[in-house]
């Protein structure tokens, strides 16, 4: 009797507890008020401790000075050819004369920068990440080869591949990474450490992104439009390269054209004597004229490599909005989890069926279980309850803490981008009015030489 009687007296227990906590777990939402985020969280960007000021670049020069052409063997034993780097850096710690401080230097391939990418992308879920120039060319008027080993395009990845050091060793955060200062000074061992870092186990699948894309019910406002920015940003850029290349491709030839005035001059003052030398010079300014657009549209591919570069960062912004779904999917599924075990542990404990299930319809057609089977089962919720609560107590740390330092990565990431396009924008402009100077030179000096004829 005495055991029956404690029996009912812990399922009151249960069921008070159960029904005094059973309601939605509490959500962290990226909306909320920044006054809400743990102001004493250990998160890299809020710390206050990495800063601009102490970032990599301030201690170490970094170059990419030259691209070889090697052949070598693959993975698989077959033979390639492929293209490597040589990245050179000095050290600036206590140099009063850095000229005369030792370069060190070893050669990396493409193929190595985008495994350096991919770990720090993981690694960093909250970072949008420097992307790559890119693999093959794009968006490239017709007298550049789309060749991936045509020199004037591993040139212009060379730079490429420079400025993407560059930016991840201002970095705020990606700077002080050791695995990236391994790249930059160690020829070996940088891989392993990469592996040690167990870069697949955190790498999240395209099937479960995919899924919390579609099946989040609480989506953060502020990054479902950080998304749709991000896309129309690629769209803008991908039509403004395009055009860019069409217009391009279309001075090519006005000003290639232009050198037939200068075959037509030549011959033509071949057969006349006062206005012979006239017609040459004038001949002559044209052949200028149409040799000058090569190094015009050369220099123009530099301003389009550098709109190209928020192109791709426009998928490292779609990065961090995925990352975010993926935490807010988790969270979703682990509260969802938790109400469902309190109220099984409340079923049990008033003996009280609130919605259908198999294991209610097989109780009542075999019996209900007996107390002690009742009872070791809400003791096993009990601690599965207590286990969920704490797991989505952290989750919810996590969640405010990616947020947090999510929202000032994209803020710096803003200012930026501001910076850079409008820079960027400004020397096209002023590239165009110079070559429109040009022209306009070489056509008054032709007139000139018509004016002496």
Known sequence: MGDGAGLREAEVICAREAMSDHREPELYHAGEPESDVDEESDGLAGSGEVTDENCLLKKLEINVSEAEKRTGKNAVNMQETYTAYLIETRSLDGQPDTQNSPMDSLWRRYSEFELLRNYLSVSYPFVVVPPLPEKRAEFVWHKLSADN????????????????????????????????????????????????????????????????????????????????????????ISHLLRVRARVADRLYGVYKVHGNYGRVFSEWSAIEKEMGDGLQSAGHHMDVYAASIDDILEEEEHYADQLKEYLFYAEALRAVCRKHELMQYDLEMSAQDLASKKQQCEELATGTVRTFS??????????QETPEQRESKIKLLEEQIEEGQEQLKVQNAESREFVKNSWLEIERFKDQKNRDLKEALISYAVMQISMCKKGIQVWTNAKECFSKM
């Not at 212009?156 to 060793?169: K, M, S």
């Open 358 to 367: 198999l294991k209610g319809m097989t109780s009542k057609l075999f019996g």
């Open 149 to 236: 080993m045509d020199p004037d395009f591993v040139e212009r990845r060379r730079i490429g591949l420079e400025n993407f050091l560059l930016r991840v060793a201002s970095h705020p955060v990606l700077s002080h990474d050791n695995i990236f200062t391994l790249f930059l000074t160690q020829d070996n061992g940088w891989k392993e450490a990469v592996n040690e870092a167990n870069l697949q186990v955190k790498a999240d699948s395209r099937l479960k992104s995919l899924n919390a894309t579609f099946r989040v019910k609480n989506p953060d406002k502020r990054f479902t439009e950080l998304k749709h920015y991000s896309d129309e940003l690629q769209s803008v």
